[in-house]
């Protein structure tokens, strides 16, 4: 058994992921030891040296195999933790699954990791990760600003019959689920809301919302309704408000993590200006485009816990930038 520091030991769920990679790096960093569970792998092909080569992975960290649709295996993982940062979800923008497949496995999946959280007894809190889409389709706010109080109307997003139409339902429903169960089952859990994460990585593959952030030096256009009014936020402020809201006493129910909204223009200006050899595309290429608006949002609640972001475009972007030319994406 690794031995475990004062700090405590935390299971992170989707250890592969963008934000779970980086998210089991920085609770490293931080002195935390660590529980990772990772999709069951039985041939074992995967590589995941970029999790145990991590500073600190050979004391502190430990790989466990868990699935969703095997609740019951997250368990092992779970037991002794002081606290459950919950990432793990299906991304399946291709829609290879019918809405209600997907919404019953992740719910179920999530219900058994909530039990393995109130049966461990040593559980203090559950983070779960929820996503910018469960607040910013609300039909009902009555004003510009998008807050903690939001909830998207999933069936509004039903009759539009849109790309990504089931995650935002899935998301949706799976944060009202994860907020409800805790509750009945007497456990302290907290949801984070980031919108668009970007900047380094060090999971294998080019996480979709990085790759989103970077649609315009990419070129890809099928991407440009999602900047044209939108906001993003650097990955280690994501995992920095996790841990945050872990170690803050008072902290309770859902929390907006964003820290820069701009226009589709002010990006390119700023793109243009900073990294001049990437070739912008002219305004033309999305002046008709209706935006995917993901702005006007409030962190106040989140900065009201003594929390701070750290991060800009600049950081954001040289960070996304270095990462994709590491794994010779650029």
């Known amino acids: 058994m690794v031995a475990d520091n004062k700090k405590g030991r935390i299971c992170v769920t989707g250890g592969t992921g963008f934000l779970g990679s980086w998210m089991i790096k920085r609770l490293l960093e931080d ?44 368990a092992p993982a779970i037991e002794g933790c002081t606290g459950v940062f919950h990432m793990a979800h299906p991304l399946d923008f291709a829609e290879k699954e019918p809405e209600d497949v997907k919404l019953k496995r992740v719910i179920t999946g999530l219900k058994g990791i909530l039990q393995a959280c109130a049966d461990s007894k040593t ?92 649609a315009l030096i990419f070129g890809d256009k099928a991407h440009h309704q999602h900047l044209k009014d939108t906001s993003l936020v650097h990955v280690d402020d994501v995992a920095r408000a996790h841990i945050n809201l872990f170690e803050y006493p008072e902290a309770k129910g859902r929390y907006i993590c964003s820290a820069v909204e701009f226009k589709i223009e002010e990006l390119c200006q700023f793109i243009s200006t900073r990294y001049p050899e990437y070739q912008m595309p002219t305004e033309e290429s999305w002046k008709d485009l209706i935006p995917v608006k993901f702005s006007g949002l409030s962190t106040k609640k989140l900065q009201e816990t003594g929390f701070k972001y750290e991060y800009g475009l600049e950081e954001m972007f040289d960070g996304a930038i270095k990462s994709c030319k590491e794994k010779g994406l650029l």
């Open 31 to 74: 002195g935390y030891s660590v529980n990772a569970t990772l999709r069951i792998d039985p041939e074992r092909k995967r590589d995941i040296s970029f999790l145990t080569n991590l500073p600190g992975a050979s004391e502190r960290l430990q790989i466990f195999n868990a699935d969703l649709d095997k609740p019951e295996t997250f």
């Open 123 to 214: 559980v203090r809190r559950v983070v779960y990760t929820a996503s910018i889409s469960t607040v910013a389709f609300s039909t009902t706010s009555g004003s510009d600003i998008i807050d903690e109080s939001c909830w998207t109307d999933v069936e509004f997003i039903r009759s539009l019959k849109t790309f990504g139409g089931p995650y935002i339902v899935t998301k949706t429903l799976t944060e009202k689920a994860a907020l409800e169960f805790a509750e009945e089952l007497g456990l302290d859990l907290v949801s984070v809301i980031p919108t668009w994460i970007t900047g380094p990585f060090i999971c294998t593959h080019c996480p979709d919302s990085v790759y989103v952030s970077m």
